[in-house]
């Protein structure tokens, strides 16, 4: 994946200076998910912000993946049944893992090793998955990327 970059199906944050895709079909909880995290990192002192909600532009540069927003869609975030809400926001970042919200009667009890998410264009992210019913998807997340709990390499600058 080079050249321009490529919208895709997706809602990217950034925690620290970690960023996260979550992935999926519409209605599987990538919304909420992403806001659950943003808002659990800022209730520690984190920075965190939405880089895009539903539509997400990503392009390649080498082994990095840049994701960018929509200028339509800067800075506002679907919170479903609720409605479009203003948040804090960045234009662009690099993304590190891809994250699978998932349903537990909808998957194996362990996910494979080492998966990976295929992005369109080329190019791929190590892929998470997380329970929709997670009580607390940051934590979880921050089992298996260490630094997104690590409150001093994420404060605000």
Known sequence: MTGEPINIHATTIVIGTTGLMFVGDSGSGKSTMAFACLSAARRNGQFAALVADDRTLISQF????????????SGLFELRGSGIASVDHVTASVIHHAVLPIRSADTQRL????????????????????NVSAPDPLAILAAFIPELGDRESARWP
């Open 111 to 130: 996910p494979p090793a080492g998966e990976i998410y295929s992005l369109p264009g080329g190019g791929w992210l190590p892929l998470l998955r997380v």
């Open 62 to 73: 080498g082994r990095h993946v840049l994701a960018e927003q929509p200028s339509s869609i």
